[in-house]
């Protein structure tokens, strides 16, 4: 079974900047693919950033403002948001994939509980 507990949310005003971290725990072996997604208050969960081994693909409105990186021996992601803005006030949720590596892994999606991002205008 496989948990997520991201951290690293907050208030910041617009410009601002944060980054969130998000620790896998409960598996034996390293995961090669961790997402990062958000969702707005009455708006569906969009996808923000994968990784997927050395391979990082971002949305859109994130590209240029929105880093994200892994260290994968400790099955820990993080999200460098720089040039923050009201649009991006959502819950960030971390995300593990179904997915097999050499023969380990797992057929589930597994969801951190998310943390709260707010930006001020």
């Known amino acids: 079974q496989v948990q997520l507990v991201e951290s690293g949310g907050g208030l910041v005003q617009a410009g601002g900047s944060l980054r969130l971290s998000c620790v896998a725990s409960?598996?034996?072996?390293?995961?090669?693919?961790m997402t990062w997604y958000r969702q707005a208050p009455g708006k569906q969960r969009e996808l923000v950033a994968r990784?997927?081994?050395?391979?990082?693909v971002y949305a859109d409105f994130v590209k240029g403002r929105f880093a994200a990186s892994g260290d994968s021996a400790k099955n820990t992601v993080w999200l460098q948001m720089n040039n923050l803005k009201p649009e991006d006030t959502a819950i960030y949720y971390c995300n593990a994939p179904p997915q097999w590596t050499n023969g380990r892994g797992f057929n589930k999606n597994y969801w951190g509980q998310g943390t709260q991002v707010t930006v001020s205008s």
């Open positions: 990784i997927s081994g050395t391979d990082i």
């Open positions: 409960g598996i034996s072996f390293t995961l090669n693919t």
